[in-house]
T-cell receptor
Framework: DQQVKQNSPSLSVQEGRISILNCDYTNSMFDYFLWYKKYPAEGPTFLIS?????DKNEDGRFTVFLNKSAKHLSLHIVPSQPGDSAVYFC???????????FGTGTRLKVLA | NAGVMQNPRHLVRRRGQEARLRCSPMKGHSHVYWYRQLPEEGLKFMVYLQKENIIDESGMPKERFSAEFPKEGPSILRIQQVVRGDSAAYFC?????????????FGSGTQLSVL
């Protein structure tokens, strides 16, 4: 049972344009949602998070939007840069168990 | 301020041998998580530990796999009698105490190859 889903395995975007990565979840007990970026042969690095009581969080070029009624969140990167090319994982924390569930990732390629 | 340290970075084992993966959390962090990433797949939760306690091991295979986080020293993920299907990248993450500390900090991972 996949509680956190990233339905797009890959995404290509032109440099300077907006990248939108999507994530859906099923568990109402999630209290935090996080985005991680991962380069090959490295560990995931934290990008940005959002509490379940908010609907938007912004940090520089990165903005995360949360739609609780739709159980959907998205990460917007604008403007996209070639260095943003990586795999992006959406994750959610279960407020009861403090277990973090990750999606399967979306490979973003930013074309110069 | 050192991050999460995992060693070894690469581990090669023959079928039937034991693999021991080590993880030292960030200073001040008392929660440790282990994840496995199979080739071309996402991060699969394995186990969540606090000092001297296993909190949730629902993602661990029932046989051959065990994890510990002793009072002193690193967390250890142990795989007995490895098989080829155990070949994967194993990531450890840590977090500090408290509900408001929502971030997980990851190590660089251990790439296990079973011959």
């Amino acid at each position: 049972d996949q509680q956190v889903k990233q339905n797009s395995p890959s995404l290509s975007v032109q440099e300077g344009r907006i990248s939108i990565l999507n994530c859906d979840y099923t568990n109402s007990m999630f209290d935090y949602f996080l985005w991680y970026k991962k380069y090959p042969a490295e560990g995931p690095t934290f990008l940005i998070s959002i509490s379940s009581i908010k609907d938007k969080n912004e940090d520089g070029r990165f903005t995360v939007f949360l739609n609780k009624s739709a159980k959907h969140l998205s990460l917007h990167i604008v403007p996209s840069q070639p260095g943003d090319s990586a795999v992006y994982f959406c994750a959610a924390r279960d407020s009861g168990t403090y277990k973090y569930i990750f999606g399967t990732g979306t490979r973003l390629k930013v074309l110069a | 301020n050192a991050g999460v340290m995992q060693n070894p970075r690469h581990l090669v084992r023959r079928r039937g041998q034991e693999a021991r993966l080590r993880c030292s959390p960030m200073k001040g962090h008392s929660h440790v998580y282990w994840y496995r990433q199979l080739p071309e797949e996402g991060l699969k939760f394995m186990v969540y530990l606090q000092k001297e306690n296993i909190i949730d091991e629902s993602g661990m295979p029932k046989e051959r796999f065990s994890a510990e986080f002793p009072k002193e020293g690193p967390s250890i993920l142990r795989i007995q009698q490895v098989v080829r299907g155990d070949s994967a990248a194993y990531f450890c993450a840590s977090s500090p105490e408290g509900a408001t500390n929502e971030k997980l900090f990851f190590g660089s991972g251990t790439q296990l190859s079973v011959l």
